[in-house]
C-alpha cells in the first residue's frame, strides 16, 4: 500500500508540473472478508487494485457523444391536420355517404340483407 501511494503522490506532482493545476485526489484502501485492495481515481477512470486479480479499470465518465456525420438540418413539425378536431373541408370526400341518423347504423343495410338471405335468428322469419 505505501508503494501506490507514492507511485499517486509522484504522479500527482507530475500532473501538477504539467497543468498547473492540481487534481482533486481520490484514494481508499481497506480489506473486505481479509482481502486487501485499495482504489483511486486516475482522470476519469477509476483503478481497483487487488493483490489476487490485479489491477482493473472502470471508467467513470459515460461514452463521449458520437458526432453527428453531417450537419443536423432544422425542419418544422408538420401542420397539424385537424387542429380543432375536426378536419378541413378538403380532405372530406363529396362521395362519402352521409352518415346515419340517430338510432341508425351503417351496417342495418348489410343487416337487412342477411336476414332476407337467411331469415331471423331461430329460423323465423
Known amino acids: 500500500m505505501r508503494r501506490a501511494l507514492q507511485a499517486r503522490v509522484a504522479q500527482n506532482a507530475l500532473e501538477l508540473a504539467r497543468t498547473g493545476v492540481p487534481q ?16 483511486h481515481a ?18 467513470l465518465a459515460g461514452p463521449a457523444p458520437a458526432t453527428p456525420t453531417s450537419e443536423p438540418t432544422e425542419t418544422a413539425p408538420p401542420k397539424p391536420v385537424c387542429p380543432d378536431g375536426s378536419p378541413p373541408s378538403d380532405l372530406v370526400s363529396p362521395s362519402e355517404p352521409e352518415p346515419p341518423g340517430p338510432g341508425a347504423s351503417p351496417l342495418d343495410e ?16
Open 24 to 39: 482533486k485526489p481520490f484514494y481508499l484502501a481497506g480489506q473486505v472478508g481479509g482481502q486487501g485492495f485499495s482504489v
Open 110 to 125: 348489410g343487416l337487412r340483407r342477411l336476414e332476407e338471405t337467411f331469415g331471423t335468428e331461430g329460423g323465423q322469419p
Open 42 to 59: 486516475e482522470g476519469e477512470r477509476l483503478i481497483l487494485t487487488r493483490p489476487t486479480s490485479g489491477r482493473e479499470e472502470i471508467e
